[in-house]
């Protein structure tokens, strides 16, 4: 059985799933707490939305952020088994019920293996990306967006306290993403040039019209190991024209390539370090307090974001 055959059947089970559901609370209403039954029933949906989705056919790849020219690994395994993501992110609970509706409608079904690791470290630029460089900046407008203005094809270089900075002010505007992070600041590389750069997925293009008016950036940070990773923050226009600019431009679009092709992110690089300790890398989690501008500072991880502090590929 195909992973889209698996897709159409598991969706036509989560539907008679949720109809068995809302009749019995509805006949025997003392048997099951009434939230009980709507989070099975809201999580059934999503799960029914998903496998729709699945059978439903492959869609030509495209990528949300122009300027990647090819698929990832881990885009390419889920086309090559378009199962490999939903199988891979369930819980147990929900793999054992897949393989139960398999074996009760006598299937025959392989699941898919583990999805790619993201590779740690910077990977070097192909010849052909290298001489992509020399033909205009890398960060390209989706089909249908308006483009962003001129000051926008640039990268600015950051210490360590003026991200922290740029962080506050998303928090504290309640900006698309990002927030000050007592945890990511302790784990940045003091000594290291981290960079910040407009790279709005097509999704997430600005839009002042739907009260989108800020930039949503990638940044490239060098962690206390010295591993460089991906974050995001979002910026608005003016904090983000006001930053100096001191990279060479060639310099920047390197850099900006180098970020893209990046596949680690701070979550991923939070996840594999040790726990923090005053013995270990020196941070004790402090409880959650109030900034000196008076907005929240959370010490916690930012979710899915020492040696010579040269950048990657100098």
């Not at 392989?110 to 460089?133: D, I, N, S």
């Not at 008016?213 to 591993?227: A, F, K, Q, S, T």
């Not at 680690?264 to 409880?287: A, F, M, N, S």
Request: with cysteine; charged share 25%; net charge positive.
């Amino acid at each position: 059985m195909s992973d889209r055959e698996l897709a159409g059947f598991l969706a036509d089970e989560a539907l008679l799933e949720i109809r068995h559901l809302a009749r019995r609370a509805r006949m025997s209403p003392e048997e099951a707490a009434h939230a009980e039954v709507i989070d099975k029933m809201d999580k059934l949906a999503d799960f029914c939305r998903d496998m729709r989705a699945i059978a439903a056919g492959p869609r030509p790849w495209r990528p949300s952020q122009r300027g990647i020219g090819y698929p990832s690994r881990r885009t390419q395994a889920m086309r090559a088994r378009p199962m490999s993501y939903r199988w891979n992110v369930a819980n147990e609970e929900r793999q054992a019920w897949i393989l139960s509706r398999i074996d009760a409608a006598g299937y025959r079904w392989t699941p898919p293996p583990a999805l790619p690791t993201p590779r740690k470290g910077v990977p070097p630029l192909t010849l052909r990306q290298h001489l992509g460089l020399l033909f205009g900046w890398p960060v390209k407008t989706p089909h249908g967006c308006r483009p962003l203005p001129r000051q926008s094809r640039s990268l600015k270089a950051l210490d360590r306290d003026e991200l922290f900075s740029l962080q506050q002010e998303a928090g504290r505007l309640r900006l698309g993403m990002g927030e000050a992070s007592t945890w990511l600041h302790a784990h940045l590389d003091p000594d290291a040039t981290h960079y910040l750069f407009p790279d709005p997925p097509s999704f997430y293009w600005p839009n002042p019209d739907a009260g989108r008016r800020w930039w949503h950036c990638r940044v490239l940070v060098r962690m206390i190991d010295g591993e460089w990773v991906n974050s995001s923050l979002s910026v608005l226009p003016e904090t983000f024209a006001a930053l100096p600019s001191t990279v060479p431009r060639l310099r920047q679009r390197h850099l900006v390539a180098t970020a893209r092709l990046t596949e680690r992110d701070v979550g991923l690089w939070g996840r594999d370090h040790e726990p923090c300790t005053p013995e270990g890398c020196g941070y004790t989690p402090p409880d959650e307090h109030q900034g000196d501008d008076g907005c929240a500072v959370s010490p916690q991880r930012p979710r899915s974001p020492a040696s010579e502090s040269r950048p990657p590929h100098s």
